[in-house]
Nanobody
């Protein structure tokens, strides 16, 4: 089994920056794809960023050029650097990781962290 713990959310003014972290722990053999989704009430969940084990990244147009995903494989941690934030970025952000443990492979999710962009 594995667990993902997120940190770094909070309140920020428009134009500001935040950095989210998501650390995986447990009986981890390998971590493949990692990424971030966000969810706001009444809206469909939106994929924000993905990063492969080889550090290839992908972003939707809504965050491209403003958000940067990275990972530290030695720490089993994925990061999301968010710059030039707007109120439309307000959401609960969830990380995920495709993890192989001694029990098999599954997608694991973080608990979610609130990001609020407001003046």
């Amino acid at each position: 089994q594995a667990q993902l713990v997120e940190s770094g959310g909070g309140l920020v003014q428009p134009g500001g920056s935040l950095r989210l972290s998501c650390a995986a722990s447990g009986s981890i053999v390998n971590i493949y794809l990692m990424g971030w989704y966000r969810q706001t009430p009444g809206k469909q969940r939106e994929l924000v960023a993905t990063i492969t084990s080889g550090s290839s990244t992908n972003y939707p147009d809504s965050v491209k050029g403003r958000f940067t995903i990275s990972r530290d494989n030695a720490k089993n941690t994925v990061y999301l650097q968010m710059n030039s934030l707007t109120p439309e970025d307000t959401a609960v952000y969830y990380c995920y990781a495709d993890v192989r443990t001694g029990f098999g492979s599954s997608r694991y999710w973080g608990q979610g962290t609130q990001v609020t962009v407001s003046s």
